[in-house]
C-alpha cells in the first residue's frame, strides 16, 4: 500500500504564489502516476496536474502556465508550484498516486486565495 502527505497550503492573496509537497511512503516502487486534483465544498474533484514515472506531464486548462507539477525521486515527493493565484484556486487539494487497479488519496490540504 501507499501512505501520501500533503503540506504547503495555506492563505494567500490573489496573484500570489504557494508550493505543496506529497510525500510518498510505503509501496512506492509500484507506482506508474502522481497527481494532484482539487475540490472546493460542493464541486467535484477535478485534476489538477499530473506526472507520470517518465516525466510526462498534464494540466487542467485553467492552471495551464501557472501551475507547475514536479517530483524529486530522492525525497519521494511530489510538487506543485501555484503562481498567479486566483480565488477560484480555493480547494482543497488532494494528493493522488495511481498503481495499476488502484488510486491512493492524501488527506488533503487547503488552499486558500483571498481577494
Known amino acids: 500500500q501507499v501512505q501520501l502527505v500533503e503540506s504547503g497550503g495555506g492563505l494567500v492573496q490573489a496573484g500570489g504564489s504557494l508550493r505543496l509537497s506529497c510525500a510518498a511512503s510505503g509501496s512506492i516502487f509500484s507506482i506508474t502516476a502522481m497527481g494532484w486534483y482539487r475540490e472546493a465544498p460542493g464541486k467535484q474533484r477535478d485534476l489538477v496536474a499530473r506526472?507520470?514515472?517518465?516525466?510526462?506531464?498534464n494540466y487542467a486548462e485553467s492552471v495551464k502556465g501557472r501551475f507547475t507539477i514536479s517530483r524529486d525521486d530522492a525525497k519521494n515527493t511530489v510538487y506543485l508550484q501555484m503562481n498567479s493565484l486566483r480565488p477560484e484556486d480555493t480547494a482543497v487539494y488532494y494528493c493522488n498516486a495511481q498503481v495499476r487497479g488502484y488510486q491512493y488519496w492524501g488527506q488533503g490540504t487547503q488552499v486558500t486565495v483571498s481577494s
Open positions: 506526472i507520470t514515472t517518465s516525466g510526462s506531464t
